[in-house]
């Protein structure tokens, strides 16, 4: 149905979770219990992301999706009082990216 109306062209039974009204229509069901959970979180990080670089602070959504996401980052970006653009020294970031070897990060 979504691809009949433009939509969701790179999406398959391959690389997503198809539902009837009341099924999961995957042969497999889904890969993780929490698999929803999990890509909700992507999209939000994801849709922060837009705001330019890395945001340290708290969020809380319910029942999010990208239109609701884009509505609260035009509604922070009206208010140039509600936040504040930081920059850190080498080394000082509160945000740790991890290297190829990761395991060794930890």
């Not at 939509?7 to 391959?14: K, N, P, Q, V």
């Not at 999961?24 to 992301?49: A, P, Q, S």
């Amino acid at each position: 149905m979504l691809q009949k109306q433009n939509l969701a062209l790179g999406a398959s039974i391959d690389n997503a979770i198809a539902l009837s009204d009341d099924d999961i229509l995957n042969e497999d069901g889904m890969r993780y219990h929490n698999e929803f959970v999990k890509h909700k979180i992507l999209d939000i990080v994801g849709d922060l992301f837009l705001l330019g670089g890395n945001v340290i602070g708290h969020y809380e959504g319910y029942k999010t999706g990208h239109m609701l996401n884009d509505q609260l980052l035009s509604a922070i970006l009206s208010q140039p009082n509600a936040f504040k653009i930081e920059t850190f020294e080498e080394g000082k970031s509160p945000i740790h990216y991890y290297s190829e070897d990761w395991q060794n990060d930890l």
